[in-house]
């Protein structure tokens, strides 16, 4: 399906791009966030009750992956097998699920490998002043730590960098599209899109193609990725490399993952409070950050497809009827729908620590911000062009209905969240630039 794609990147851009009343969602005027978030798989992805929730744990769903292997040759004497990358054996802990692979895009580490070149290669970007990891960091979990991202052209983009670890988990891709649910889709994305320009290759595809072709190491490292193909310096071979190299962004080490595997000295006895109070009904956080990757809307090898909630968490109301600022506007900006107006994805909290500013456009500082936030059931914004009080927004989640808590308790849910960093994630070398 990809390839054919890649003849008409522009007709693909639109699709995902443009203003639909379309969008395989559910109908929210019929139905709630709580609706939509779906109870049935609350329960399954979260573990047992821990003061409230265990917000961390869950099944495994499939097998540990492929094992590896080469194509053999033909049995019956014909011609001999198109040649194939070895497949890709997943090394994951017990407690995570496979993530999907396409059939049409399988994993090898070959492709992997040409995918971490690309995303760290500025040449992806028309000006060659910025590559994919420009706007994800791996220190910083794969964001930028900018309030909103700058493009290649030095615009500024109206959203903040999302972090893209356990990003082949994710259900849809960025924070307002539910129109956007394959990596090899995304990639398109800030490659060839015009509004915002972030790597700024529209209509550029050849001249991106030939830039590649003059790099003496890409040779052997397409060649490697796609044996089969005749000419492997291809649009799609570019796509799903890179689709490739973000799947396998696995973070599964944090203290906390280790605690939930039975290291009793893994969390300190705040950061075990803080986890009790986050997974608590009076702090209503684990409805929407639940399950192995804190994320409420995931998919994996065995899990059925179901709705993917959006949700307004109350930043905005500068019309007393919920109105967020243009442009974002949430997945309104899609459907044109007034329910769906303030509505975002929510994010995985791995890593949640290093990937501030935080919110769709980063406007709020730091997570004790985030935490004040969110006791307060909404923001109040008392002065400007953006001026209301979005704790008394009709649009917004049932589940921001507002706590109290003390300030031992605040100290404890911060330190709760620094136990959710990875560091090993933070710092793997299989990660990192490979150019000198």
């Given amino acids: 399906m990809l390839s054919r794609c890649m003849s008409s990147i522009g007709v693909l851009l639109v699709v995902l791009l443009a203003p639909s009343a379309g969008c395989g969602q559910r109908d929210p005027e019929n139905e709630s966030d709580r609706g939509q978030a779906g109870e049935g798989d609350q329960q399954s992805e979260s573990g047992a009750h821990q003061g409230g929730r265990t917000i961390g744990s869950g099944g495994r769903a499939g097998s540990g992956g492929a094992g590896a292997g080469v194509a053999g040759s033909d049995a019956s004497g014909g011609e001999p097998p198109i040649p194939t990358a070895p497949t890709y054996a997943w090394d994951l802990p017990s407690d995570f699920p496979t993530p999907v692979v396409p059939e049409d895009n399988p994993l090898s580490e070959a492709k992997i490998e040409l995918g971490r070149h690309l995303f760290y290669d500025k040449r992806l970007s028309l000006s060659e002043t910025q590559s994919c990891a420009s706007c994800h960091e791996q220190a910083l979990a794969f964001t930028d730590g900018r309030v909103t991202s700058l493009g290649s052209t030095a615009q500024a983009h109206p959203r903040n960098a999302m972090s893209l670890a356990n990003v082949g988990y994710a259900a849809t891709l960025t924070w307002a599209n539910p129109l956007l649910t394959s990596l090899e889709a995304q990639a398109l994305v800030p490659m ?3 509004e ?6 529209n209509g550029q595809e050849q001249e991106l193609l030939s830039r ?3 790099v003496s190491a890409y040779a052997p490292l397409f060649e490697a990725a796609y044996p089969e193909r005749e000419d492997p310096f291809t649009l799609t071979s570019v796509v799903q490399a890179l689709a490739s190299f973000q799947r396998v962004l696995i ?7 280790r605690h939930l595997r039975g290291d009793a000295t893994a969390l300190t006895a705040s950061e075990k409070r803080g986890a009790a109070l986050f997974g608590s009904e009076r702090l209503e956080c684990f409805h929407c950050h639940s399950g192995f990757n804190l994320q409420d809307a995931v998919r994996f090898e065995g899990k059925p497809a179901t709705a993917t909630p959006f949700h307004n968490t109350a930043l905005y109301n500068i019309d007393g009827r919920g109105a967020y600022p243009e442009p974002n506007t949430g997945v309104y900006a899609l459907t044109q729908n007034a329910r769906d107006m303030g509505r975002f994805r929510v994010p ?4 949640i620590a290093v990937t501030g500013p935080y919110m769709h456009d980063g406007s709020i500082a730091s997570l004790s911000e985030v935490l004040d936030h ?3 059931g909404g923001r109040s914004i008392t002065e400007g062009d953006y001026a209301g009080d979005g704790s008394k927004s009709p649009l917004k989640s049932p589940f921001l209905v507002g706590f109290e808590i003390t300030a031992t308790e605040r100290e404890d849910v911060l330190a709760f969240f620094e136990s959710l960093t990875d560091t090993d994630f933070l710092t793997d070398p299989r990660f990192a630039n490979p150019w000198p």
């Fill in 212 to 214: 590649l072709r003059s």
């Fill in 192 to 194: 060839f899109g015009t």
């Fill in 251 to 257: 973070s599964s080490n944090s203290r906390y993952d």
């Fill in 196 to 201: 915002p320009v972030e790597l700024g290759l």
């Fill in 348 to 351: 995985t909290l791995r890593n």
């Fill in 374 to 376: 969110y006791a307060a």
